[in-house]
């Protein structure tokens, strides 16, 4: 069988599964970039939210140092050292009595000079020339902050480096009158904050949101690919019975084609093959006038006869006339093939069995028709019992169907003769057709109804046929 066809109408479906799948990877791609600029996003507010907060950090410093140390060693001491132990003592405690749980790696306030009077770290005390860029920006009244990153190549390529600091330069001022830090510059405070912890806690976060959207686009995937699969199974599927059915279609216009020209030959074959029967028929009387021992006019008038009933046979077979409906009774009808199958039935020592259920109903149906369709199978059952045997007709019905089974004791129909037994010319008969069954089947569904042939369990043959009670309209038009 061609499987072009199922294949090209395969194929938008294939265009579909591709769309999706590739709609899938997008999907995907799209969210991991959402992500990628959501953490982005995040760390830029992280750091807005940092800077903000060493800003205010850095003023309540100076608020606290202008007052408690600038001030008071003013007046005490007429100027500030903070290489003094006292004036660093004091400056030292309220530094960080201010910054108490505050998130502040290092703290160091710078001279006009740039250098360190004040440190965190000891070490750092004194140096010059420490405070950089953002030393003098801060000298000029600005705030400035930096980040610094340090990490291996992987970890700042992917923008989470193993240590993160925030550096803050911002004037260290005076405050006239107590008022806003508008005063003169009087050094410069470098506050560094630790932001690595809070850079880890966005990484993990990203981290998840790529693994939940792994999970859920796979879990999609596999859904997707099940459903791809039951689809283009049942498009496979649906493609190769449209295509068996166009074939049978396309058979059955064709048969149908011969059929209608070889029952119009049929037809004309009848009318000369009618003459021969009857000339034969007549030269049949003067020759036994002559020579009664002569049988050719038998053989002719006998051969022309068979093979009007092929033809005949042929013609119902190829032309089935429409049923003309009307009340019938199928046990009245089957009665009707036993009482012209009696003389067979009991020269050839056949048994019939009845069951006919109770109070059937009639139906709507042509008597001679059914019974032409039931003569023929009676027949047939007879022919797979030449010995003789038992034949069971059972009749049963319900609101809407009426139920025949014939039952053989036969030997059966072999599989590969029942695949074929429909077939128009098939026959495993010496002087059989083959149309017979066709004719019987073309009768039951031109009733509506439906035949089947199946073997027994037991032994034999069954044949079922179902008639509807009532035809409907749609059967009828």
């Known amino acids: 069988m061609d499987t072009k066809l199922p294949q090209e109408r395969i194929k938008p479906f294939r265009l579909v599964k591709y769309f999706t799948f590739t709609g899938l990877v997008v999907i995907f791609l799209v969210t991991i970039i959402l992500s990628a600029l959501n953490t982005h996003w995040v760390k830029a507010l992280q750091r807005q939210k940092s800077e903000d907060y060493a800003h205010s950090l850095i003023e309540n410093l100076n608020h606290q140092v202008f007052i408690q140390v600038i001030i008071p060693m003013g007046v005490m001491f007429g100027k500030i050292q903070l290489s003094t132990p006292e004036q660093f003592e004091r400056m030292d405690n309220v530094v960080r009595s201010t910054l108490h749980r505050f998130k502040v790696e290092s703290l160091n306030i710078y001279t006009m000079k740039n250098t360190i009077a004040y440190s ?37 390529s992917l ?67 099940f459903v791809v699969k039951r689809g283009e199974g049942i498009i496979q599927k649906r493609a190769m019975e449209r295509l068996r059915l166009k074939e049978r279609l396309s058979k059955a216009e064709r048969l149908s084609a011969l059929g209608e020209m070889a029952a ?85 020592g056949y048994t019939i069995n009845k069951n006919y259920q109770n109070s059937l109903p009639e139906i709507q149906a042509d008597a001679n028709m059914l019974y032409q369709s039931f003569l023929n199978i009676f027949i047939n059952s007879m022919q797979a019992m030449p010995a003789g045997g038992t034949i069971d007709v059972a009749i049963s019905a319900d609101d809407n169907i009426v139920t025949i089974h014939f039952d053989d004791v036969g030997q059966g129909i072999d599989g590969k003769v029942l695949e074929k037994i429909w077939d128009p010319f098939f026959t495993t008969k010496e002087t059989g057709t083959g149309l017979g069954l066709g004719i019987v089947k073309n009768i039951i569904e031109s009733h509506g109804g439906s035949i089947q042939i199946v073997n027994r369990e037991q032994r034999g043959a069954r044949v079922t046929v179902e008639l509807p009670v009532e035809r409907s309209e749609l059967e009828t038009a």
Do not use: W
């Open 159 to 225: 923008g989470f480096p193993k240590e993160v600091r925030l550096i803050t330069y911002a004037p260290l001022r005076f405050e006239p009158k107590l008022a806003r830090l508008t005063g003169p510059v009087l050094g410069v405070v470098e506050v560094v904050q630790d932001l690595s912890e809070d850079y880890q806690i966005i990484f993990n976060i990203q981290i998840l949101v790529v693994i939940t959207c792994t999970v859920v686009m796979g879990a999609l995937l596999v859904v997707l690919v």
């Open 264 to 348: 119009g030959i049929s037809h004309e074959i009848r009318n000369p093959l009618g003459i021969i029967r009857s000339s034969a028929e007549l030269l049949k009387k003067k020759v036994s006038k002559f020579d009664p021992s002569n049988t050719i006019p038998d053989i002719i008038v006998e051969e022309a006869s068979r093979l009007n009933n092929i033809i005949t046979g042929f013609i119902n077979f190829a032309r089935p006339r429409s049923p003309v409906l009307n009340p019938c009774r199928i046990g009245e009808v089957i009665e009707k093939n036993i009482t012209y199958l009696s003389m067979q039935i009991e020269e050839k």
């Open 120 to 156: 965190f770290e000891p070490d750092l005390i004194g140096r010059k020339n420490y405070g950089g860029t953002g030393y003098y920006q801060a000298l000029e009244g600005k705030i400035k902050s930096r980040l610094i990153q340090r990490g291996n190549f992987f970890q700042i």
